[in-house]
């Protein structure tokens, strides 16, 4: 990857603008009497642009492309040849570009990888790290030559990993996986600054059980099956080890492993070490975020909720930990009580402690004591059952909440307004769409989904309503911001509540006056300067964090009463000030670039 060198970083020094590696990297723009001094006077055509005329034509050529795929393709050679541009490109159309980087296209682009990889990048580039299995006991080989391979001091702050084996609701994509780390790390850098030079996407290519990919004579990865679980732990131990020892500090973001393997490397590391899963403790987050935002408009109390899960999984779980969470230290509702407010329902109906299989250890703490002999059998008994106020998704299973299921939810809730969280992803793992969960609810619903939907038109009065997305892009970019400022020993449950508490916070007036869930996406890089703050400050009161500087600036300047026990996401105004000075943002003029560089 051919990225900025990165910014001091210094916790009290503010960054300074971005310089390339090679000045050639800004194209047209390179100013003519630097052309002279370099000796490249006529080796390029003269015209000499500003940065709107190379936007204005890689927005044009983005456009002109016929498909998704072709898009992202598009964009990641331009990454990997003009960072300052293509990072221009992304924040100033954000909503437009991030669908192509990240889902819903990235699902397709890991489907293909193996097909596409070597046009995503000129030859010999480092787009990151592949550890295959057999070389784990060569990692710290590995990592030599990854330093060896970025501009000096560029070490990395932060690193998105995976061994591509449930990514989205694709399944076992192997390898071709690595798509999920470089599409994290461009959102890190978008929404939240963080600077592209210490990023660093990592693939634990450790096989594949999916005989697709073993059988394509293109697939670029291990042709084998995956290890047993000892096999796993043991090579994957070996590989955070070195990545600790090698980058102090490091913040690891694990994503898309399978369930049992995100849970256990979770509890394994989580105490020890800068952590954190996305699938478990960002979509638990986000979603809570909405759900915060979903009781306060639903129109009855918190405590006569009863929330239907569909889907299992580590995601799943993760996230109706994280509402009984809010439940308890929010409206002060009993543990036991609070879980009691939660049913889910799995490839084998709703999951009771005598249903009569052996369930999954993750299953364990929300199956159903109280049912008796009543046993459903799949989502319409399970409804019947429940009655729930809130249905949530994550069973990647298409059109799940068809429109009988959506039309009796909407019955079920006719003295308040249901709530409807399809969130799998990509869009053809989504339960429902919006425009039917509008259609099935008489426009009442309180939606969020994982992937992009349209706008609605409400056909009888022409109001347009837009759709909630409970995208993780909202929490975990300014989890990665506040754990590079705050360096915490570790990643609490508390800390993710204070980010849900800030997200659901952040909405403006307008939005709130909308009824809509999620701070509009546009906004996105002022909300994750807002939630970093709070991150930071939480951190501080939790005698975690270990900059002295955030340490100081927080004690000086106290957010709220908030305790490290009880967060509210809030933040004061002075710790915001000094975020949004130490995030990341590409230059905006070549003299803003080349200046450090070229002392111009």
Known sequence: MLMAPAVSSSSAAAPAASAPKKPLSIG???????RTAMHIKGLVPSAVEDFSAQETRALEQLKAKGTDLEK?????????????????????????????????TVGQACQEFSHIYPFLAPPN????????????DNIDEILNNYRASVPPGCVPETTVITDGSRILGLGD???????IPVGKLQLYVAAAGLDPARCLPIVLDFGTDNAKYRDDPLYLGLRRERPDDNEFYAATDKVLTALAKAFPGIF???????TPHAFG?????????????????GTGSVILAGFISAIRLAGIPAQDHRVLFVGAGSAGVGVA??????????????????????????????????????????KIYFARHDNDSTQCKDLADTLEYVKPTALIGLSTIYKAFNEKILTRMSQLNAQNR????????????????????MRCTDNRVLFASGTAFPEYKIPETGEVRVPGQGNNMYVFPPIGLGAKLAKPKRITDSLIFAVSKSLSNSLSSDEIARGELYPRIERIRETSAQIAAAFVHQAVREGLAQDQFWIDLVTANPASSATASSPDGSYSQPVLEEVLKRMWAPAESVHQLLAPKLKL
């Open 252 to 258: 690891i973001q694990f994503e898309d492993f399978n």
């Open 125 to 136: 580039t480092v787009d990151g790290l592949y550890i295959p299995l057999d070389e784990v």
């Open 321 to 362: 930990k994280q509402l009984v969470d809010y439940l308890v230290i929010e409206h002060k509702i009993p543990e036991e009580k609070a879980k009691a407010m939660f049913w889910f329902v799995d490839s084998r109906g709703m999951i009771t402690a005598n249903r009569g299989d052996k369930l999954a250890e993750h």
């Open 173 to 179: 994509l192997g390898m071709n996986g690595m798509g």
């Open 72 to 104: 992202y393709i598009f964009l990641s050679w331009l990454r990997n040849t003009n960072i300052d541009l293509f990072y221009r490109l992304v924040i100033h159309n954000l909503k437009e570009i991030a669908p192509i980087i990240y889902t819903p």
């Open 28 to 34: 047209t723009a390179l100013p003519y009497e630097t």
């Open 418 to 437: 249901p709530i409807i969280f399809p969130l799998s992803n990509p869009k053809t793992k989504a339960e429902c769409t919006f425009e039917e969960a």
């Open 265 to 281: 490397l979770l509890d394994r590391w989580r105490n020890s070490t800068l952590c954190f899963n996305d699938d478990i403790q």
